[in-house]
């Protein structure tokens, strides 16, 4: 068990930056998520971390030692790949055993390597594949094998590169419940990279948002969700993502073009352009007592089980909103939408500002 | 959190990771170099007038370049050079790709040929040349049974030597160029050809218009390999005709040859190869860079 | 020639399919009608070597010349010891290449580093280099070191074939491993030499025997480089094959054709064994089936 940190990381392949002064600290014990699109620097951090790849500048401490320029085998850290890494010419069980006959580890006899492995992949589900070769299982089987390499072995940390994102929709829900319940996990520092923001919101202690190598914002899978710093993080995190309308601040009104948003502005918040944004599921059918108030027709109401996606037209805008399927109207028909201001989100220039309720302070 | 309970554990600075590859690389470049050394002193050679006879060996300058290049013996081995490694190696793309064609048939007849297809290719280019040269005497020599030619034609004439060299040449090395254009065709998608079987279009059109462009890559590789080994083609000749008779059949390294190893003349032998050299270099540098450009052109109707 | 249905896929035509198999047929006729003529050509005697084609009394005669001890009365040619030598050479070369090029060619597949590009470029210049231009120099050095006709001369030499091939095959078999199952030995604990030697160099194994047969096969079938630097102490079988046919007295036809046989089946047979890598080491891992 040890403390990650990471200072002003660096990274360039050629010309492209791939980390852009990653700092991040991440506590002893912690569970952290780093969330970002394909191409945004999770996998270089992990091998940052994991000392996989040489960083250009900045510092990677894990418990407190300096080990930025130390060899991955002396770091003490388990990474789970997304390519899942496995070695061919080994059986399922020879790759679990890997790193308990390494001797760096921990000393293990033959039955304790079987108890360890055993465990592991009776939780993993994958306890009669042992004498399989990796090419002879599924993509979400090999993930599992691929986790269970690390979980099989104690760590200062545990690095996991998308570890669920090849199973199956049924098995990964399950997997996510389960995955912060194992007892490996739930006392070893974990670093998380994924690019399902349901799984950074189930999962994360903390999260990390990622774009372009840089830290978009950290906090809290509540902070983020209701204070994302910018319209970047707002969409990222929300299926259907967050709705976006175009406005303006002008004599102490915010309203959009075609008049479909008019509310008073808040105090404090400048004359100009802003971005207003509103979560499909802050939106509810009727009206509601001192809640901001759209009127529209259905366009689409795609059903999603016991919730309905409506798309509503008002003025030139479409809105999208999640009702439960029995309140749902029918396509064509005409609604009442109501949102409370303080869910709806105000941005200036991309940054958040606050909401129609008011500013809020951002270090809160 | 205690960092001070172990010792910390050992650094390795970037320079000294930076510094592996070429440490790993070491024993290779003192094999090059070992190999390098007397390639250049093959180049030096051809700047002095070393011979075995001459014991005040001095620097010449060009004058091995001025004598060698005045000479029509050179123009002469060029010519053969360059008509051998030209007419070989267009047969033996054309007979290759050919056969390769045939072989994806994949019928009964195709399946059990295949795997001695590349027979030939594993003889040494110069017992091969023994053995034909066995089957073109004039006499005994069963080719001239088997075809009907009596004990008249001679295969070895000043007309039909440099012919039945490149015959011998066409016979080792068309499995090469086979082989790999039949692993090219093989590793095509299949997708276009049944999208344009269910257009109805012609088989010549799908060979033209899709299939040759995508194999284009894997031709180029046995067109370079062939082309660059012809230029220098040595046991073949030296086995079957040693450059004659007379001088049809001289190309430039049996030229050296007898300069450099029966005349112990080394400095002109070695202006000979230098020349070569320079030649196949040029070769080499032109088709690597007309190999990368297909190959990306491949990678892009492919992927 | 009327080649028909050959695009993947395509409905075979019956009258353009026999023609197609005919002209396989009649390729593979033209292909390996010479090797089975010099085995009819090594089953006759002395007389009917010339005075027969293919109505004769076969015997294994000349075989037992050829590798007992006297086709070397008959011709001066130490064909036993030749094969000898060109065992020890071809081996030896090969492992020195392996040796060698494994290391090297394993920083060229995993790091892009300053000269790497050079070093792979001069490598493959050798194998498209004049062969006389090196032998050349060598000839004179060889003298002066008393490398000539010796074996540990021909190792040497031979480099200029093997290495090459090892360096390029291997490359490629390296560059097709993802780096990724490295990283994880070494989160597993294991050092960068163990993780290589465990890890790395079992998944090149097919790489590696394919380019140590392929180096062998191509070591084996040279033929300027013993012809010039080496005499009767150390020649090889290439050389020692053209040697039936040579001047003067009697031609050995028979002789010859045994002795090529001999000389082409070591080679054959280890094909044979590398049939499925075969095409990627002839073309020095451009070409992947």
Not at chain 3, 120 to 141: C, D, G, H, K, T
Request: hydrophobic share 50%; charged share 15%; with cysteine.
């Amino acid at each position: 068990m040890a403390s990650l940190t990471l200072d002003t990381v660096s990274k360039s392949y050629g010309r492209t930056r791939a980390l852009s002064e990653i700092s991040l600290s991440i506590a002893d014990g912690e569970f952290f998520v780093i969330l970002g699109p394909s191409g945004a620097g999770k996998t270089t951090t992990l091998k940052s971390v994991a000392g996989l790849e040489p960083i250009d500048a900045g510092s990677v401490h894990i418990g407190g030692t300096d080990m930025t320029a130390v060899e991955p085998y002396r770091r003490d850290v388990a990474m789970a790949f997304e390519s899942y890494a496995l070695y061919p010419q080994k059986t399922v069980y020879d790759n679990l055993a890997s790193p308990l006959r390494s001797g760096r580890t921990g000393r293990y006899t033959p039955e304790q390597q079987r108890t360890r492995i055993t465990e592991v992949t009776d939780t993993l589900g994958i306890g009669h594949l042992l004498e399989r070769f990796p090419r002879e299982l599924s993509n979400g089987q090999r993930q599992r094998v691929a986790l269970g390499r690390v979980l099989v072995r104690p760590a200062g940390a545990y690095l996991l590169d998308e570890p669920l994102s090849h199973l199956d929709a049924k098995l990964r829900a399950a997997m996510r419940a389960e995955l912060k319940q194992l007892g490996a996990m739930s006392s070893t520092t974990t670093l998380y990279v994924t690019h399902d923001y349901q799984e950074a919101l189930a999962l994360g202690d903390r999260v990390a948002v990622l774009r372009e190598g840089r830290v978009v914002q950290v906090g809290t899978a509540a902070e983020i969700w209701s204070r994302p710093v910018d319209t970047f993080v707002a969409r990222a995190f929300g299926q259907p993502e967050m709705t976006l309308l175009a406005a303006t601040v002008d004599g102490g009104r915010i309203r959009t073009a075609d008049g479909t948003l008019d509310a008073a502005a808040p105090a404090g918040l400048d004359r100009g352009p802003v971005l207003l944004g509103v979560r499909p599921r802050a939106l509810v059918l009727g009206e509601t007592d001192g809640a901001l108030r759209v009127r529209g027709t259905v366009r689409l109401a795609e059903r999603l089980g016991r919730l309905v996606e409506l798309t509503v037209h008002s003025g030139d805008t479409d809105l999208v909103a999640v009702v439960a399927s029995v309140d749902a109207p029918a396509e064509g028909s005409t609604v009442t939408l109501s949102v409370p201001p303080g869910e709806v989100h105000v941005f200036v220039g991309d940054r958040r500002w606050g909401s129609v309720a008011g500013k809020e302070d951002h270090d809160a | 959190m205690s960092a001070d309970e172990t010792a910390a554990p050992p650094s390795v600075p970037a320079w000294r990771r930076g510094l592996r590859p070429y440490l790993l690389s070491i024993p290779a470049l003192a094999v090059v170099v070992g190999i390098l050394y007397p390639f250049l002193s093959g180049a030096w050679y051809s700047l002095l007038d070393y011979s075995a006879g001459n014991t005040h060996v001095k620097s010449v300058w060009f004058a091995n370049f001025a004598d060698v290049l005045g000479d029509p013996g050179l123009w002469r081995s060029v010519g053969v050079t360059v008509e051998y490694a030209l007419i070989a190696t267009v047969v033996e793309t054309v007979l290759g790709v050919g056969v390769a064609l045939l072989l994806n048939r994949s019928t009964l007849i195709g399946r059990v040929l295949e795997k001695v297809l590349i027979l030939p290719l594993m003889v040494a280019p110069v017992i091969a040349a023994t053995m034909w040269k066995l089957m073109f005497d004039t006499n005994f020599g069963i080719l001239n049974h088997v075809l009907g030619l009596g004990h008249t034609f001679n295969w070895l004439s000043k007309d039909h030597a440099l012919f039945s060299a490149i015959l011998v040449d066409v016979w080792v090395y068309t499995p090469f160029v086979a082989v790999l254009v039949l692993a090219g065709i093989r590793s095509l998608p299949r997708e276009p050809f049944e999208a344009s079987d269910v257009d109805g279009a012609s088989w010549w059109y799908m060979f033209r218009r899709l299939m040759l462009p995508m194999m284009y890559p894997y031709i180029l590789v046995a067109v370079i390999f062939r082309l660059m080994d012809c230029l220098k083609v040595f046991d073949i000749i030296y086995a079957l005709t040693a450059g004659g008779p007379g001088t049809v059949t001289t190309t430039l390294q049996i030229n050296a040859f007898e300069d450099s190893i029966i005349h112990f003349d080394y400095s002109r032998g070695s202006t000979y190869m230098f020349l070569l050299w320079v030649l196949v270099f040029i070769a080499a540098r032109f088709l690597v860079g007309v190999l990368t450009k297909a190959q990306k052109r491949a990678a892009g109707t492919e992927g | 020639m009327a080649r028909r249905v050959l695009a993947p896929g395509q409905k075979r035509v019956s009258a353009g399919g026999i023609a197609a198999d005919t002209v396989t047929v009649l390729w593979f006729v033209f292909a390996l009608f010479p090797i089975v003529w010099m085995f009819l050509l090594s089953l006759k005697n002395n007389v009917q070597q010339t005075s027969t084609y293919f109505g004769f009394t076969p015997t294994w005669t000349n075989y037992l010349t050829v590798l007992g001890g006297k086709g070397e009365q008959l011709t001066s040619v130490d064909f036993k010891s030749a094969v000898l030598t060109s065992v020890l050479a071809c081996a030896g070369a090969t492992a020195v290449s392996l040796v060698v090029g494994i290391p090297a060619a394993y920083a060229a597949g995993r790091w892009k580093y300053r000269g790497s590009d050079s070093l792979m470029f001069q490598m493959l210049s050798f194998r498209f280099a004049p062969e006389l231009m090196v032998i050349v120099p060598l000839f004179v050095i060889y003298h002066y070191l008393h490398l000539f006709d010796s074996t540990v001369g021909l190792i040497w030499v031979l480099q200029l074939v093997t290495m090459p091939l090892v360096v390029w095959i291997l490359r490629s078999y390296f560059q097709d491993l993802s780096p990724e199952l490295e990283q994880a030995a070494l989160l597993d604990g294991y050092t960068r030499v163990r993780a290589f030697f465990t890890v790395a160099l079992p998944l090149v194994r097919p790489g590696i025997a394919a380019a140590a047969l392929l180096a062998f096969i191509f070591a084996w079938n040279n033929y300027i480089f013993p012809l010039i630097l080496t005499d009767s102490n150390a020649t090889t079988v290439t050389v020692a094959v053209t040697k039936f046919l040579g001047g003067g007295g009697q031609a050995y036809y028979n002789l010859t054709a045994a002795a090529a046989l001999l000389g082409v089946l070591p080679p054959l047979v280890l094909a044979l064994c590398i049939q499925r890598y075969l095409v990627r080491g002839l073309s020095f891992g451009a070409v992947k089936s």
